[in-house]
């Protein structure tokens, strides 16, 4: 995939050596593919959950009617 975008954005030394070691521990061979990782994939966590949630709502509407 072609990355035509640049995106910067500040952080203090702390912030950097987390952001390093959390790459570091999930595989990641960059920072930037991490970064990339974490916030195109939260928003499909957060939507998974959501469809889970709204299955254990119509589960439990069905089991009590």
Do not use: W
Request: no cysteine; charged share 30%.
């Amino acid at each position: 995939m072609v990355k035509n975008y640049l995106i910067k954005f500040l952080v203090d030394e702390i912030q950097f050596e987390r952001i390093k070691l959390n790459a570091s521990a999930k595989g990641h061979k960059t920072i930037s593919s991490y970064l990339r990782d974490v916030t195109m994939n939260k928003d499909r966590k957060i939507e998974t959950m959501i469809v889970e949630i709204h299955n254990e709502v119509v589960k439990n509407g069905r089991a009590r009617a």
